[in-house]
Structure formats: C-alpha cells, structure tokens
C-alpha cells in the first residue's frame, strides 16, 4: 500500500494528520483497519506484537489512539492497555476481542481501555468508535480547568468529594459502563451527568431513565420504542429511550428495580448494541453508552435471585461510590452557602445569611437525605425565617432517632394525639414515596396502592405540594 498517497496528488501541504497504532498479528485484519482509517484522513502505523507496539510508543512519535487485538503472538492486549496507564500517557487505546467474549472485553475495560470491538469487525461501529476517542477532550497540562455548572454542584474539599471529582474525570475519558452507588439525594444523577459532559459524548444527548417509575408492561416499548400497529393504540412509529440517547448516555437511575424479563432485554442490546422496536422483525445499531445507578446493594440483589448476575456483570464495570453528606461534615458549609444563593436567585429575594447556631446545628445533623434534604430544609427556612437571617429555630431539623425514641417513651410527643401520630406517618409515607419516583404522583399513588385521585385528596389535606 503506497502511503504517499495519502494525502492526494496535489502536492498540497496540510495540517499534520492524526495517527492511530494498529496492533495485530493477522495481516488481513491490519490492511482492513488500515485501509478505513486511511479513508477517515488518518495516519496508521503498524505493529504485529506487544514488544513491536512497545518500541513504537516509546520513540516518541505522538498517537491520538491505539487500536489492539487481545490475542498477540508474546501476550495481550490487556498489557498494552496497562503500560499505556501506567506511563500516563494522553492516549485512548480500544481492543479488538473474539465474538461474545464478554469477560476478556470488561477486564480490558477495567484496567483502562477506553472502549472494545469484537470481531468479525463491524466497520461502522470502528469509525463511531475511532471517532469518540479523537474527540475527546485534551488532558490540561497540569492546569486546573474551569469548573463546569455542573461541576459546581460537587462542592467541597474534603477526602472523599476530591477523589469523587478525580475519578469523574478518568471515567469520562472511557466508554465503560459505569455503577453509581450512594444513598439517595447524594447526587447520582448529578455525578452521572458530569461524566457525560466531560467525555467524547458531550454534544450528544444525556437521556435519565428512573426504572422504577415505568409500569411493567410499558416497559419495552418505552426502552425500545415501537412500530405503527404493533398493539392497541401505536398509531405511529416511536423512538425509545434507546434510540433517543443514541451516541451519547442512557442513565439508568434506580436500575434494581428492574423486572427480570426487562433485564433480559437489557443485557442484549447493551451486549450486541443493538435494539429493535416493539413490532419490527429487524434490530437497529445503537451507539449509547450506559450509566446505571442505585441505592440499594446490587451485590445482594443478585444474591436474593431479584437481579441477574450477568447483567450485573455487565452494568458494573466500574464502580462510584458518592458519600454520604455527614461523610463530608465540612464541607456542609460551602454547600450550604451555593444552595442559598441558588434559592434566592430563584425566588428574587434577598439571600438570608445563616447565624452561627444555626450553621453548627446543620454541621451536627445527620442528614438521612443527603444534599436533597439540606436543599428542603434550607428552602422551609428561607420561608419561616424574618428575611435577614436563618437561626437554628427555622431549620426545624428531625431529632436524631435516639431522641424520638425518648420522646415516644414520655407519651406527649410520640403517638398521642392520635390523629397527628397517623397524618405524620402518612405524610413520611407519601413524601417517600415520591421521591422514590421523582414525584411522578400516578407513580407514587401505584406505589402506595391507592389511587391517583385518592393521592391528591391526602396531598392536599397533608399541605404536600
């Protein structure tokens, strides 16, 4: 193959090419990739083994990308993925792994790979791949770069916030699938939402899916979309989630909650990264990359039979773990602050400062919701306070559990009266409720086993809104 002809005839200079390293040992696979490469404007180097690869990306010669089989004549693709980390460089590397070997493409993914293709190669899904990772962002040379809107909302220095930012951006330079864990309102979504801004998808659409809030029978055809008459009142073709976030992220909030027929599906489009319609004889290629989420224990899901284990597998490549708020006591106080200037800059009001009482009562409490609670409880006394200032009075912060118990045990704050005993109690059921379905009221009124028009009459009598 003459590669003076790469650049045409003219003799016309250009803008330095970018250059892939093609690692493979089987020739006809190495001109295959090559020859698609060279049509999307690249330059290509070759090399049939690790320590060929491994003499080439040590003279010095800058690679924007490098593709590898997983099998080589003296090793593994997975060494190459691990020098590459190991030397830090600013360089995404994809594997090439046999048909349906899903273990060898999640230990790729594990130590580092950015994405995988199996073979036989599809040469579509190799250009949408070769074309994420050149668009990947640049690491700033020991620069620290701007922090994003979004960003904004990982406030704090401690520990345990530092290393979740440090870890958002390695995931965003990857196309594993991602596990988001924490308790709820310690900002899943929120850390979800940051990987997809900072990655090669960040033009694309970020489509959030709470799973435990569709109905089980509408749930494939909202995954998947339909075909015009492929049941009762399909009376026009439409896309699902799966189509909709198609080259960019589907976050799957709440993904335990998933029926086990559901999950089946799932496994096979994430696995063949196809999806085909509700009524249509055909699958169509979806390039999406998942994102799921929980605040329940997957591990032990699998255990008790309620989740499967090869989807697990599949969906928890790697982990992020966001800690809890009593996790990051000093950072409560920061926090804080952003949450007051966003709420007064939503209502126009003054922003009240917080008295000193008041800022050490928020430090000490435990906050069982997290950042979503401070939001509320910060919000309920920007309305009781006198507009000047918040104190400890109008936080009306929950006792601690040990204090209720007392309370119960003297009889005059517990269950008498009666009837504010029961409207209490309801009122925790309904707003739980909830905000386990992102207060989608028909949701939550399925959830409670009560009706739509039954839900409203209660929220109404318990002053929810």
């Known amino acids: 193959m003459k590669r003076i002809e790469r650049n045409g005839a003219t003799g016309r200079t250009s803008a330095p090419q970018r250059c892939v390293l093609v690692v493979d040992d089987e020739v006809d696979i190495l001109e295959l990739i090559e020859l698609t490469l060279l049509r999307m404007g690249l330059d290509v180097d070759r090399a049939m083994s690790v320590a060929d690869a491994g003499e080439k990306l040590a003279n010095g010669r800058h690679y924007d990308l490098c593709l590898t089989d997983m099998r080589l004549p003296d090793g593994t693709g997975l060494e190459i993925v691990e020098s590459i980390q190991k030397a830090e460089l600013d360089l995404p590397v994809a594997v090439i792994t046999a048909h349906g070997n899903t273990e060898n493409a999640v230990a790729a993914l594990k130590a580092g790979a950015f994405d995988y293709v199996s073979k036989p190669v599809s040469l579509d899904q190799l250009r949408t791949l070769v074309k994420s990772a050149l668009s990947l962002p640049k690491v700033a040379d020991g620069k620290t770069a701007e922090m994003s809107p979004g960003e904004r909302g990982l406030l704090g220095t401690s520990p345990a916030i530092v290393n979740v930012r440090e870890l958002i951006e390695k995931l965003a330079r990857s196309e594993a699938p991602v596990h988001i864990t924490g308790e709820s309102g310690s900002g899943k979504e929120l850390a979800a939402r940051l990987i997809h801004q900072k990655s090669a998808r960040r033009d ?143 209502a126009k009001v003054m922003r009240p400062e917080i008295e000193d009482g008041a800022m050490r009562a928020l430090a000490q409490y435990d906050f069982p919701g997290n950042v979503r609670e401070l939001e509320n409880i910060l919000e309920r006394a920007m309305a009781l306070c006198d507009g000047q200032t918040i104190a400890t009075a109008d936080l009306q912060l929950t006792p601690p559990d040990s204090e209720r118990v007392e309370q119960s045990a003297e009889g005059s704050e517990g269950k008498w009266p009666l009837q504010e005993y029961l409207d209490r109690v309801e009122k925790e059921a309904i707003l739980e409720a909830l905000e386990k379905t992102r207060f989608n009221r028909t949701a939550a009124a399925k959830l409670l086993g009560i009706t739509f028009r039954a839900m409203r009459y209660r929220m109404e009598r318990l002053g929810i809104n």
Do not use: W
């Open 204 to 346: 694309r659409p970020f489509v959030p899916v709470n799973c435990g809030a569709i109905p089980e029978n509408l749930m494939e055809s909202e995954f998947f979309g339909y075909r015009k008459g492929a049941f009762t009142g399909a009376d026009s073709d439409r896309d699902g989630f799966f189509q909709a976030a198609n080259g960019g992220t589907l976050f799957l909030d709440e993904v335990a909650d998933l029926p086990l027929p559901m999950q089946v599906k799932l496994l096979r489009a994430i696995q063949e990264k196809k999806a085909r319609k509700v009524g249509s004889t055909q699958e169509d290629a979806v390039d999406v990359r998942i994102i799921s989420a929980t605040h329940q224990n997957l591990g032990d899901c699998v255990e008790s039979g309620k989740f499967r284990h090869d989807l697990y597998y599949r969906l928890n490549v790697i982990e992020l773990r966001m800690p809890a708020l009593r996790d990051m006591r000093e950072d409560i106080p920061a926090i804080a602050s952003a949450v007051l200037d966003k709420l007064a800059g939503q």
